[in-house]
Nanobody, 123 residues
Framework: QVQLVESGGGLVQAGGSLRLSCAAS????????MGWFRHTEREFVATVSR?????YYADSVRGRFTISRDNEKNTVYLHMDNLKPEDTAVYYC???????????????????WGQGTQVTVSS
């Protein structure tokens, strides 16, 4: 099992940037695909494969957000540029054993979740 703790949320003006971090502990980090989701309903934002080579993005964030991971530090990041008020949400980090799909249903079925971090974008 893996435990996840998000950080880096906050208040930012539209057009600004933030970087979210998610620190993992427990089972080997490299065994997990990682993802970021938002809102209570866990809207898909981005996922990254175990080796960091394959990334998926929601259409609403593609070109503005970048997901990355550092397997030495057991951490996944979400760098968010050109933030918009509609990006305001609680952002959740998730881990899924072996495969990082862009399907929200897969992650809800068998993913592990952090507690979330609030991002607020003012207009």
């Amino acid at each position: 099992q893996v435990q996840l703790v998000e950080s880096g949320g906050g208040l930012v003006q539209a057009g600004g940037s933030l970087r979210l971090s998610c620190a993992a502990s427990g089972r080997t980090f490299g065994d997990y695909g990682m993802g970021w989701f938002r809102h209570t309903e866990r809207e898909f934002v981005a996922t990254v494969s175990r080796d960091g080579d394959t990334r998926y993005y929601a259409d609403s964030v593609r070109g503005r957000f970048t997901i990355s991971r550092d397997n030495e530090k057991n951490t996944v990041y979400l760098h968010m540029d050109n933030l918009k008020p509609e990006d305001t949400a609680v952002y959740y980090c998730a881990a899924r054993l072996w495969v990082a799909t862009p399907s929200r249903k897969d992650w809800l079925a068998d993913g592990y979740w952090g507690q979330g971090t609030q991002v607020t974008v003012s207009s």
